[in-house]
Each structure stands twice: as structure tokens, then as C-alpha cells.
């Protein structure tokens, strides 16, 4: 078996292009682009197309995989080549029509599926999360009218690149970050290496009556399979070469290309790992990157990184080859171009190499720290940019990782943060302040003597980030700095996580704005809302409360209302424009509740209020009542053995909560379950299989389990309603 040693695969190419460009002269068309061609072809037949003919023969099959996977992240070209590679198509289709491989009905339909397959193709083309490495600088060495087929050319065009200043160098187009184009460039570099490998397979077992698609000169190894990958990676980088500019693919080549750093690998960047560990955070939060964090109060300006990077310790010691500086984070994270970025980078450059410093810390700590919390530097990382960049508690946070049943309305709390920001040995607050951080109004000896080393361990973690500038503890306050902000954010980005500034979410529509201020620390929300609606007057809220009303009529649990206006109140929304939310069929008795516990709702606002809306109101409550039943039991059962816990001397809250709402409901308890039902079906299963464990009435018990059961048929599934088992 041979293997190519050139980009000149066995696709009859010569011969292809010979006979359709004398069909298009006598068209009178211009003859085929050789390079859309070559592209063509070959992608192709090393997808599997058949090639008795000499040359392989278009399937609908093969058009998908090879117009929107490969040639957009393989081939880069001008308008008129890209504008070609329909044109190939049909050519080669009306080649297998003339060698009698088709019939004209056959014929017909797979040029409609060309043609059908066309649009797709040329938004995968334009596509910016398509750019790998050698395409972009193929663009941007064209667009200076470089030879892209001159070798010579290319190499000299990269080395007057690598000398322009880097705030002069095109940026790569919004919103792609170095770490996009490297993944891409590594995925499309592995997808090619599959498809040859798959080629040399069919070569060997399925041979083609036109003979071997990788022809040439045999292996030069005592061990060919030992040889074939390195073959197939040359022939690789041949093939890319042909298809964006001659002589890249040696030039950007990790980690002896004399331009490597131009095209970093995955590998080469070091805060890459950083990336996925905090998108996959964002995700267990989430489950959406596009679900927006907080916007940071304190982002620098561009022109502010580079002092703040030179004054963190850490990354000053390694650019000053400092011996206290750990050898492997200098290594990892200030070797190549590391000390140019540090002198003369740009604000971007600048920012990824602290990430690169912040990733290393946060790998060393993991590898090197005893404390309980070193596996958990990058998830303190992203708790600290999810909450709004505010400081936290280190004993708070200490806590919620124990035992301690810290208060859930506190947990999001902005920590005062003391003026002497200078380095002093963790200390834990005096007793006398623990119940204003913890919400837990007294702690015994016991809980105290667990919780001091366990804060301490966390301040050791906290500590070593704090070397790298991104991060500061004060006494018991931590949080980011104005580097960290903007280091978190721009690892966050490189995730696609939505991480808004100011200046965006001013420019939301109050459909944006309500589902993410929801989730937001409080006063995070607050303080947006009451930028968001400044100047605005009263349409502006009267916006807001729409959009509340819409996003929970489409969604039940998409917004927890009593948050949301909650929220609205502490940032001042007028009494007009909640009056003139009473009606609103999902939330108008929300509003009216907001009204009445100001004082401002008048005896005309009740009876505005639809019948629907007061369900929904009531069906919140008695969820919010079923989950902190949940809390409390799972409180008592972790403080004692499950046969010694009477659940029914515990204090349910839930019973207490659906007799005073059907107390005040026209028709009592049966026509209350009947609206709560009717407002959402698997909220109301929920509820009505905990009455029928816990209301101490037998007669609403078993009105609660008959209406259950039917539910529950309509609604298989795990018993995820249940709150324990019984």
C-alpha cells in the first residue's frame, strides 16, 4: 500500500478540468477556479464518493457533510472561488450524466438538491465560529495582495506580521476569542486527519476500479503503521496549504514554525482549561450559556490593565524571573511571546495573560494545597462574578460548605469590606458578628471549633488567589478585584457565557432584563432596574410588568413573581403603573398584593383583579410553602436517625397555608384545588400529593389524593413531586 506524499490526490482532477472547461467555453463561461476544484474533488472522495469514472461522483448524501462541515473550516478563497464550488457541482453532476451514470431524471434531482444545499453552504462559509488559523491569515495575507500559491511570499508577509505592533494587527472579527479559533483549528485539523485515515482504509479493503485515492511513493519505515500517521499529517498539511495559502502550515506549526505563536493551539494557552472549568460551572448553575450574568460594577478601562497587572505580586515576580516565582506557573504561563504582551501588549493581550497566570494558580493550587477547598478555586472564581463581583464572607462561605444551615436570604448579601486591604493571617469574626453573616442566631462551642478551620482552609485557597492580582481578601471579606472582573469576564466570554456590562443592559428590552434580574443578587437587580428605568418614567416599568406577565404565562416556573416584583418595589415602581398591572390575567394579584402591603391599594383595585391571577398568586405561595416544608425536614432528618423522626410533630407549613386560601376562596377547598390545577398541572401534583401526606383534615387529605391520582397518570415520571419518601 502507498501513501501520497503530495496534495495531488488520485481525484482526476486534471482531467476533470480539462473536460468542463471546454463544456464552458462553448458556453462561453470562464473556465473552473483549479483550487475550488481540487477542494472539491478531493473532500469528496475522501468522504467515500465513487470514482470508477476517474473522477468522484456527487451524492445527495455527500453534500451536507462536505458543503456545511468541511469546505467552510477547510477552504478559504476569493468571492469568485467560494462562488464557484456550486459550479463544480453541476459540473461534475453533468460529467456522471454524460459517462451514462445518471439518467435525466436522477440528474435533475441532484442538481436541485445543489441547489437547495447552496444557502446553507455560504452562511457556513461567512461564518465567524468557522475561521480556523490558516484561513484567517489566508484573508488577511490576500487582502494585503499577497501570492497565496508563492511559498516565498507567504513566509515574508508572516514575518512583517509578526513584527507589527500587536495594536495594529486586524482583530479577529466579534466575537470570536484566540481560544475559538485554536479549538476550531484543532477540530478541523483531526476531522481531515479522520477522513484521509478512513481513505487509506477503503484503499486497502475496498480498492476503486480508478485505483488508490492516496497514491505515491511507498512508506519509507521498516513499520508502515507506525509511519502512517505521520504520512497522513504531512499529507494533511499539504492539503491545507493548497487550499489557503502555500507554506502556513510549516510556518504556524507548534512548536518549531518560526511564526507558532501567531497560531496557538488549545495546548498553548494556558487559561484555556480555565474556559471549560467555568462554563461548566455556569452550566450546573444554568444550563444555558446565554442566561446572563450580573454586569460588574467595577470592569477597568482598557488602558487600566497593564498598571494593574504589574502590580500584582505574582505575575511581576514572573516577568522579573523572580526565584520565589514557582518555576512551572513561569513556565506554563511566561515563556514565547509572554514577556513581548508584557511590555507592549494590548488591553486583550494583556487580560488573557493574566487569565493565563490566574488558570496556572488555580491548577497549582489543586495540585499542591491540603486544604478541603483547593479543588474549588475555579467554582470560588465564578460564585464571586455570578454574584455581581460582590465581596463575600470567607467564614459564610465556609459554612455553606458544611454542616451549618446558613440563611438562604442572606447568602447573596453584599460583606462590608474594610479600608486596610494590606495582607494579615485569617482571623475568624468575633462570635458576637456571626449571626449577622450566618443568619443562624447562636453557635454552640461544637459548631464554632468545626468552623474555624474550615474558614481558615478556605483563606489559605483564597490567599494564593489573591497572588495573582484578580483576587483580595480583607479580614473576612474576599472577592475580585477590578483585574479579576475583568479577567473572569473575558475567560467567561471565551466560554460564551453572556456576560453583559452596564452599557448593554441599557440597551435590553424589558424582555431581557426580567428573566435574568430574577436570578441576580438583590441588589445587583435593584441597582439595574433603577438604571435601566431611569429617564424612562412609568412606560418603562409599565414594560417591565408586561414582560412579567408574558414570560409567566408561557412558562409557569419561568419567573418567580413574588422575586421579580419584589424586587421592582425595592427599586421604586410607581403605584400607576402597578394599577395598571391589577388586570393582568397571570400576575395582576401579585401587583395588587404589592399595592396592599404599601398601603396604596384602594377598595376599586381588588375587584380588578382576575379570578386566574389570584390562582397563580395562591399556587406560589403554596410552593413556597412545600419547599420550605422541604427544608425542614430534610433539616430535622440530618440531626437525627430516620427511625427516630415523627414527621407528624413537625411543623408543616403547608396545611396552615391552603386552609387560609380556601378560606377566602369562593367555594372553598374543592374549587381552590380545582384553579390551582387548572394554573399549572405539575406544580399542583406537587402540592396535592404533600396535602395528602400532611394536612391533619382527612376530608381534604383525601380530596388532595383523589385529585392527585388522575394527575399523576396524565404525568408519568420519577417521583421527583415527592418531598421524601414515606
Request: negative net charge; contains cysteine.
Amino acid at each position: 500500500m502507498t501513501v501520497i506524499r503530495t496534495p495531488a490526490l488520485n481525484t482526476g482532477l486534471d482531467d476533470f478540468l480539462g473536460w468542463a472547461d471546454k463544456e464552458r467555453e462553448a458556453r462561453g463561461q470562464a473556465p473552473l477556479p483549479a483550487r475550488t476544484a481540487d477542494a472539491v474533488l478531493t473532500l469528496l472522495a475522501l468522504r467515500g464518493a465513487d470514482r470508477r469514472t476517474g473522477v468522484p461522483e456527487p451524492t445527495a448524501r455527500l453534500l451536507g457533510p462536505v458543503l456545511h462541515e468541511d469546505l467552510p473550516v477547510l477552504l478559504w478563497g476569493t468571492p469568485p472561488e467560494a462562488d464557484a464550488v456550486p459550479e463544480v457541482l453541476t459540473a461534475l453532476a453533468d460529467r456522471a450524466r454524460a459517462s451514462g451514470r445518471l439518467n435525466a431524471k436522477r440528474h435533475a434531482r441532484l442538481l436541485a438538491e445543489i441547489e437547495e444545499a447552496v444557502p446553507e453552504f455560504r452562511r457556513a462559509m461567512a461564518d465567524p465560529w468557522n475561521l480556523t488559523w490558516p484561513r484567517w491569515y489566508a484573508s488577511l495575507l490576500r487582502a494585503d495582495g499577497v501570492d497565496a500559491d508563492d511559498p516565498d511570499a507567504v513566509r515574508a508577509w508572516l514575518a512583517a506580521h509578526e513584527d507589527t505592533p500587536r495594536a495594529e494587527r486586524p482583530a479577529l472579527p466579534a466575537p470570536l476569542h484566540r481560544s475559538d479559533v485554536a479549538a476550531r483549528t484543532f477540530a478541523a485539523r483531526v476531522q481531515l486527519g479522520e477522513l484521509l485515515l478512513a481513505a487509506f482504509a477503503r484503499d486497502v479493503e475496498e480498492p476503486s476500479p480508478a485505483g488508490p485515492l492516496l497514491a505515491g511513493p511507498p512508506l519509507d519505515d521498516d513499520r508502515p503503521d507506525e509511519a502512517l500517521p505521520a504520512e497522513l499529517e504531512r499529507t494533511a498539511a499539504a492539503l491545507s496549504d493548497r487550499w489557503t495559502a502555500a507554506g502556513l502550515s510549516d510556518a504556524l506549526a507548534e512548536p518549531d514554525g518560526p511564526h507558532a505563536a501567531l497560531a496557538p493551539s488549545p495546548e498553548a494557552i494556558p487559561h484555556f482549561a480555565l474556559v471549560d472549568r467555568l462554563l461548566g460551572e455556569h452550566l450546573d448553575y444554568y444550563g444555558d450559556t446565554a442566561h446572563p450574568l450580573p454586569p460588574s460594577p467595577a470592569l477597568p478601562a482598557p488602558d487600566e490593565i497593564k498598571a494593574l497587572l504589574h502590580a500584582a505580586r505574582l505575575p511581576s515576580a514572573l516577568a522579573a524571573g523572580s526565584a520565589d516565582a514557582p518555576p512551572e506557573i513561569a513556565e506554563r504561563c511566561f515563556t514565547g511571546s509572554a514577556a513581548t504582551v508584557w511590555t507592549d501588549g494590548t488591553p486583550e493581550e494583556l487580560t488573557e495573560l493574566a487569565a493565563d497566570v490566574l488558570a496556572a494558580v488555580v491548577d497549582d493550587i489543586g495540585s499542591t494545597s491540603d486544604s478541603e477547598f483547593a479543588q474549588d478555586a475555579a467554582h470560588l472564581l465564578y460564585a464571586l462574578y455570578e454574584r455581581g463581583c460582590t465581596a463575600d464572607s470567607v467564614v459564610r462561605k465556609a459554612a455553606e460548605h458544611g454542616d451549618l444551615p446558613v440563611d438562604p436570604e442572606l447568602e447573596d448579601a453584599p460583606v462590608p469590606v474594610p479600608e486596610d486591604r494590606s495582607y494579615h493571617p485569617y482571623e475568624m469574626p468575633p462570635p458576637d458578628r456571626l449571626p449577622a453573616l450566618l443568619g443562624i442566631p447562636s453557635l454552640g462551642e461544637d459548631d464554632l471549633s468545626q468552623l474555624a478551620p474550615r474558614a481558615e482552609a478556605l483563606a489559605d485557597v483564597v490567599d494564593r488567589l489573591a497572588e495573582t492580582g484578580c483576587v483580595f481578601r480583607a479580614g473576612d471579606a474576599y472577592g475580585l478585584t477590578p483585574l479579576g472582573c475583568a479577567v473572569l469576564r473575558h475567560v467567561l466570554s471565551a466560554g460564551h457565557v453572556a456576560t453583559p456590562d452596564d452599557e448593554e443592559v441599557s440597551e435590553w428590552e424589558a424582555a431581557q432584563l426580567v428573566p435574568a434580574v430574577g436570578t441576580w443578587p438583590t441588589q445587583t437587580a435593584v441597582d439595574t432596574l433603577t438604571r435601566w428605568t431611569a429617564g424612562r418614567g412609568v412606560t418603562a416599568w409599565s414594560e417591565l410588568l408586561g414582560a412579567v406577565e408574558t414570560a409567566k404565562s408561557a412558562d409557569f416556573h419561568g419567573i418567580d413573581t413574588g422575586t421579580v416584583l419584589g424586587r421592582f418595589d425595592l427599586a421604586a415602581v410607581p403605584a400607576e403603573a402597578l394599577r395598571a398591572a391589577l388586570t393582568h390575567p397571570a400576575t395582576g394579584a401579585h401587583a395588587h398584593r404589592l399595592l396592599g402591603a404599601r398601603g396604596e391599594a384602594t377598595a376599586a383595585d381588588a375587584d380588578r383583579v382576575p379570578r386566574s391571577a389570584r390562582a397563580v398568586l395562591a399556587l406560589e405561595t403554596l410552593e413556597d410553602r412545600w419547599h420550605q416544608d422541604l427544608r425542614m425536614y430534610v433539616g430535622a432528618a440530618s440531626e437525627r436517625q430516620p427511625e427516630e423522626l415523627d414527621t407528624s410533630t413537625l411543623p408543616w407549613l403547608l396545611p396552615e397555608a391552603f386552609d387560609a386560601a380556601a378560606s377566602a376562596w369562593p367555594g372553598g377547598a374543592p374549587a381552590l384545588v380545582e384553579a390551582i390545577v387548572r394554573t399549572d398541572r405539575s406544580t399542583a401534583l406537587g402540592v396535592l400529593e404533600e396535602l395528602a401526606d400532611q394536612h391533619p383534615d382527612p376530608k381534604v387529605a383525601a380530596l388532595a389524593a383523589r385529585t392527585a391520582k388522575p394527575l399523576r397518570r396524565q404525568m408519568p415520571g420519577p417521583e421527583g413531586h415527592r418531598k421524601h419518601s414515606r
